[in-house]
């Protein structure tokens, strides 16, 4: 009798802490953001450092650090986020623009969307969906392009402004303009060619004649 009762006393005592000790939560799950720069244009490009930039939407869970940087062209990966609920999360992420000359700067925005729901052994999984802002079309990676355009030859007549390759300045007429300030054209040439003509033409036939007379002098009367 005492062991029967010694056994149903454990028992509840069992389920007592049982009921105490709380049920494991799901895992949870993990992603990390990769971000690509690619730099376009005139080569060699000066070695600039560009900045992203990741805002969450609403109370979305965020990495240790909101942006990341990187140096010329390559691949960059923000802080691990860490996802512990089943729902879906929204973030946007762009580039910080920078004043550095020559380059542009990509104003693309990213529309992030972290899909996270639980499997059937009650483990979280995040799935990443991105799409860029303004457009309905979804994208398969964050890819920012900068464009770098390298200083261009001084115009003389504008030194302020660089000269753009494709519209260079045209080579200065080394014949000077008449003061007048009317331009030299080649009708003058043409009339000093025909006046030349002219005058040779009278003289040879002002010797043609001479000739003539004077051959005539000498015949017999």
Known sequence: MRRTRL?????????????LTPVSAASSAQLQLEVEKTILGDRPAPQETF???????GD????????VTITGSGKVTFPPIT????????????????????????????????????????????????SQEGSEGKSDKIEFVNRYRAPRP???????EPVDPEDPIDPVDPTPNPPDGS???????????????CALAVCGLAGTVLLFVDQSKKKPQ
Do not use: K
């Open 7 to 19: 056994c149903a006393a454990l028992a509840v005592l069992l389920v007592f802490l049982l009921w």
């Open 154 to 160: 001084i115009d003389p007549e504008n030194p302020e």
């Open 183 to 197: 331009a030299n054209t080649g009708d003058e040439s043409f009339l000093g060619l025909w006046i030349t003509l």
């Open 83 to 130: 996802f512990d609920t089943p729902e879906d999360y929204h973030y946007t992420l762009r580039e910080v623009p920078g004043d550095t000359w020559g380059y542009t700067y990509d104003d693309t925005v990213y529309l992030l969307t972290v899909q996270v729901t639980t499997d059937d052994a009650g483990n979280l999984t995040a799935t990443l969906y991105l």
């Open 60 to 67: 979305a869970p965020m990495p240790e650090e909101d942006t």
């Open 51 to 57: 900045t992203f930039l990741l805002e969450p939407v």
